[in-house]
């Protein structure tokens, strides 16, 4: 069974860091591309950010180009969103999300979601 | 930027009812379009992918089809576990989300 578990939100002062981590098991980590979406209270899903299954591939959401960072390390089968300048507009539930495959965008399983407030 | 809307924004229905959910792309997106059902103060969840191809797990009475810019989700008969909210989201270039269709108790 796949399971994805979020870590690493909290509040934050706007202009601060968060690193978010997601612990994936059920499956071969590396075979699967990853992605983190955000969803704030009331409004639509929107994606983030996105990386292939060996991370040498990085895709960001035009919103947070040049201030997060999409990582993974294989060897423990974690994904990880590094977060700097945060704003108000970034607070959100964080959830990451299995892709379908090799960068195909659509996600078939997704964690339970972290929460981010940005606020001072 | 490809931007998708859904019509409706909420539906009444009851269980046993025959649900219809329109979602339209303002440009062709082929037949790259997924469909995700959630529900309060959870994750979504995948129910069709490929506009028309069923995720695993997910019963038979949920339904996809179109191609292009229109596309429908249908629910052949509705259950109690089936009131949520229903996203569409394309994935031909990135991906973008639908505004959401509610499902509530007639």
């Known amino acids: 069974e796949v399971q994805l578990l979020e870590s690493g939100g909290g509040l934050v002062q706007p202009g601060g860091s968060l690193r978010l981590s997601c612990a994936a098991s059920?499956?071969?980590?590396?075979?699967?591309?990853m992605t983190w979406v955000r969803e704030a209270p009331g409004k639509r899903p929107e994606w983030v950010s996105a990386?292939?299954?060996?991370?040498?591939?990085?895709y960001y959401a035009d919103s947070v180009k040049g201030r997060f960072t999409i990582s993974r390390d294989n060897s423990k089968n974690i994904l990880y969103l590094q977060m700097n300048s945060l704003r108000a507009e970034d607070t959100a539930v964080y959830y990451c999300?299995?892709?379908?495959?090799?960068?195909?965008?659509?996600?078939?399983?997704w964690g339970r979601g972290t929460l981010v407030t940005v606020s001072s | 930027d490809i931007q998708m809307t859904q019509s409706p924004s909420t539906l009444s229905a009851s269980v046993g009812d025959r649900v219809t959910i329109t979602c339209r792309a303002s440009?062709?997106?082929?037949?790259?379009l997924a469909w995700y059902q959630q529900r309060p103060g959870k994750a979504p969840k995948l129910l069709i992918y490929?506009?028309?191809t069923l995720g695993s797990g997910v019963p038979s009475r949920f339904s996809g089809s179109g191609s292009g810019t229109e596309f429908t989700l249908t629910i052949s008969s509705l259950q109690p576990d089936d009131f949520a909210t229903y996203y569409c989201?394309?994935?031909?270039?990135?991906?973008?989300f639908g505004p959401g269709t509610k499902v509530d108790i007639k």
């Open positions: 999300a299995k892709d379908g495959g090799a960068l195909r965008f659509y996600f078939d399983n």
């Open positions: 059920g499956f071969t980590f590396n075979n699967f591309a």
């Open positions: 990386i292939g299954g060996n991370g040498d591939s990085t």
């Open positions: 440009q062709s997106i082929s037949i790259w």
């Open positions: 490929k506009a028309s």
């Open positions: 989201q394309q994935y031909t270039s990135y991906c973008t």
